[in-house]
Structure formats: C-alpha cells, structure tokens
C-alpha cells in the first residue's frame, strides 16, 4: 500500500475493494464508468468497510494481531463520517480511495455489523464462527454441527 501513497492512488490505510483500478485506456473500461464508475469509486477500486471488516479478521486470524489492531482503527475512522446527513456513525457503503471522503448511501448494516464483527476479532484475538469453519467442524454429519459464535 505504500506505493499506492506515494503516487496518491491511495489515501487512506484500508485496501480498496479493486486492485489496479481499471482506467479509460484499459479494455475493461465502460462509458458508463467516467460518471460512475471512476478509479477509486465504487466497483473501481472504492474503499468498502463492509470488505475493511473481513480485512481486519484476516489479519487476526493471520495472528497478525498489531496490524489487526492498526486496520481497526483505520476502519473506525472510516465509518464514523457521514454522506447524506449528519450522524455520528455514517456507516458508509464505500468511500473513494484518492480522497477518502464517504459515498454511497448511509447507515449501511453490513458496514455496521462488519465493524462490530472486527472489533469482536481484535478484541477476542479470534474471528468466531470462521475459526470453527477451519477446524474440524466444518467436516462434521450436519447433526453435529453447531458453530460457536
């Protein structure tokens, strides 16, 4: 991510949601992307925290714990501004990854739930319901299967 600041691609400490951004001379691009579509917004490279919060539980399940940690803030930063209205949470669906600045409609509950759920992550040092996934409970008779959340 470092050289995606330095050349301002980037600013903020999240990955966006699309790696390399598609640009009006690649052969994926579309018209239709110059309005809404742009590198870094939405589909094109945006910022999601919905796609931040199974990030941060990545990093915990990495045993990447101080990293985890460090992304978690960075996520809390980037859910508490607003798009539409004032809120104290805005709970964005995307923010642009040049600007930072919140998009997309606010209050979005898998924004939400996908912080809570990385906060959960850190704080426990677990990521629960994927940790019984890699373990043996995923292979078990249907009878038998009660994940632990």
């Known amino acids: ?17 699309l790696f390399p951004y598609i640009h009006p001379e690649d052969p994926d691009w579309r018209a239709r992307y110059e309005h809404f579509n742009r590198p870094g917004d939405y589909h094109n490279g945006g ?15 990495a045993g990447r714990h101080r990293l985890a940690r460090e992304k978690l803030v960075a996520l809390t930063e980037a859910v508490r ?16 990854a040049q600007t930072g600045r ?9 924004s ?5 759920y990385a906060v959960v992550c850190v704080e ?12 043996d409970g ?4 249907a009878s038998q299967r009660t994940p632990v959340l």
């Open 124 to 135: 426990r040092k677990t990521t629960p319901f994927f940790d019984w996934i890699r373990s």
């Open 112 to 116: 939400a739930s996908m912080y809570l």
């Open 1 to 17: 991510m470092k050289n995606l600041h330095e050349t301002g691609q980037l600013s903020g400490y999240l990955p966006p949601c």
């Open 47 to 61: 910022v999601w925290p919905f796609v931040c919060g199974f990030h941060v539980a990545a990093r915990v399940a």
């Open 102 to 110: 919140p998009s997309g409609r606010d209050r979005q509950t898998w």
């Open 138 to 141: 995923g292979n078990r008779p």
């Open 81 to 96: 501004p607003w798009h539409e209205r004032e809120l104290r949470w805005g709970f964005n669906e995307w923010l642009n």
